[in-house]
C-alpha cells in the first residue's frame, strides 16, 4: 500500500523550522549539495533554460537544492517555460477568449483560446513542484532558515524575471 498524508519534510527544513527529532531523523538522508551549479537538461526549450537558470540561482543561494534534485528541477523548468509561452500568446491576442464567427462573418459565440486550459494546468504543475523546493510563500513561511549568502527573490519577483 502508499503512502498517506503529506510528504515528510527534509531534515534541514524540520531543523530551521525547530520541528527536528531525533527519533524522527533519518540518520542516512542524502544530502548532497551540488559542487557547482548543474546544467540544464538538452531537451529544455530556450525558455525551460531561462527559467532552469533563475531557479538554480534561487536554490543555490538557500541551500536547498541537492545534487539528486537536479531532474526534479527539469520537471519544474519545463511547466514555467510552457507558462510563460502561454501567458504571451494570450497577451498577444488580447484576451483569453476570441469571437466564433460563420461563414458570412456573423458572430455564432465566444470560445476560450487552448493556451488558457493549458496555462492553468502548467500553473497547478508549478505551484506542487514549487512547495517542493520552498518557492511558495505557505511553505517558505514554516522555514525559519539562517540568512542566505545573497538576496533572495520572492516567488514573484522570480517568476517575472526578465519579463518586459
Same mark, same amino acid.
Given at each position: 500500500?502508499?503512502?498517506?498524508?503529506?510528504?515528510?519534510?527534509?531534515?534541514?527544513?524540520?531543523?530551521?523550522?525547530?520541528?527536528?527529532?531525533?527519533?524522527?531523523?533519518?540518520?542516512?538522508?542524502?544530502?548532497?549539495?551540488?559542487?557547482?551549479?548543474?546544467?540544464?537538461?538538452?531537451?529544455?526549450?530556450?525558455?525551460?533554460?531561462?527559467?532552469?537558470?533563475?531557479?538554480?540561482?534561487?536554490?543555490?543561494?538557500?541551500?536547498?537544492?541537492?545534487?539528486?534534485?537536479?531532474?526534479?528541477?527539469?520537471?519544474?523548468?519545463?511547466?514555467?517555460?510552457?507558462? +510563460?509561452?502561454?501567458?504571451?500568446?494570450?497577451?498577444?491576442?488580447?484576451?483569453?477568449?476570441?469571437?466564433?464567427?460563420?461563414?458570412?462573418?456573423?458572430?455564432?459565440?465566444?470560445?476560450?483560446?487552448? +493556451?488558457?486550459?493549458?496555462?492553468?494546468?502548467?500553473?497547478?504543475?508549478?505551484?506542487?513542484?514549487? +512547495?517542493?523546493?520552498?518557492?511558495?510563500?505557505?511553505?517558505?513561511?514554516?522555514?525559519?532558515?539562517?540568512?542566505?549568502?545573497?538576496?533572495?527573490?520572492?516567488?514573484?519577483?522570480?517568476?517575472? +524575471?526578465?519579463?518586459?
Amino acid at each position: 500500500m502508499g503512502r498517506r498524508g503529506p510528504l515528510p519534510f527534509p531534515t534541514k527544513v524540520k531543523a530551521d523550522r525547530g520541528t527536528l527529532r531525533a527519533d524522527r531523523t533519518n540518520p542516512a538522508e542524502p544530502v548532497t549539495l551540488p559542487a557547482k551549479a548543474p546544467r540544464p537538461p538538452a531537451w529544455l526549450d530556450a525558455e525551460g533554460v531561462k527559467a532552469w537558470r533563475r531557479l538554480v540561482r534561487v536554490l543555490t543561494a538557500t541551500r536547498v537544492l541537492g545534487a539528486q534534485d537536479v531532474a526534479l528541477l527539469a520537471v519544474l523548468a519545463d511547466p514555467l517555460s510552457v507558462y +510563460e509561452r502561454c501567458a504571451r500568446f494570450l497577451q498577444a491576442k488580447g484576451g483569453e477568449s476570441f469571437v466564433v464567427t460563420d461563414g458570412d462573418g456573423t458572430p455564432t459565440g465566444v470560445h476560450a483560446w487552448p +493556451e488558457v486550459r493549458i496555462k492553468a494546468a502548467a500553473a497547478t504543475e508549478i505551484r506542487r513542484l514549487c +512547495e517542493h523546493f520552498g518557492l511558495s510563500p505557505a511553505s517558505r513561511a514554516r522555514v525559519n532558515a539562517a540568512a542566505p549568502a545573497g538576496p533572495v527573490d520572492d516567488l514573484a519577483a522570480f517568476l517575472n +524575471e526578465g519579463v518586459s
